[in-house]
């Protein structure tokens, strides 16, 4: 098990970027796939990005968005350009303890408590 706190949400201009983070605890932050996703107000949670070996991405973000991982500080981010209004949600970080790059929250165990991020146009 994984306690995952983040940050870096926060108002912006559409156009604007932001940078997350989160931060992990245990010892075996690296043997973890890493994701993140987001809830729209009065939608249903959805798929961002992951990070394993490999990076995965959902349409809507792929191109803008960058997901990244510094094992040594446990943390991964995601670099977020070329924000819209549409982007705008609570963003979540999750971890995978099997390493999937799945984009189906049922697969990840712990969660944070998100951090909001508004776009304004």
């Known amino acids: 098990q994984v306690q995952l706190v983040e940050s870096g949400g926060g108002l912006v201009q559409a156009g604007g970027s932001l940078r997350l983070s989160c931060a992990a605890s245990g010892r075996t932050f690296s043997n973890y796939a890493m994701g993140w996703f987001r809830q729209a107000p009065g939608k249903e949670r959805e798929f961002v990005a992951v990070?394993?070996?490999?990076?995965a991405y959902a349409n809507s973000v792929r191109g803008r968005f960058t997901i990244s991982r510094d094992n040594a500080k446990n943390t991964v981010y995601l670099q977020m350009n070329s924000l819209k209004p549409e982007d705008t949600a609570v963003y979540y970080c999750?971890?995978?303890?099997?390493?999937?790059?799945?984009?189906?929250?049922?697969?990840?165990?712990?969660w944070g408590q998100g951090t909001q991020v508004t776009v304004s146009s």
């Open positions: 999750a971890a995978d303890k099997f390493r999937t790059l799945s984009s189906n929250d049922k697969n990840y165990d712990d």
């Open positions: 990070i394993s070996w490999s990076t």
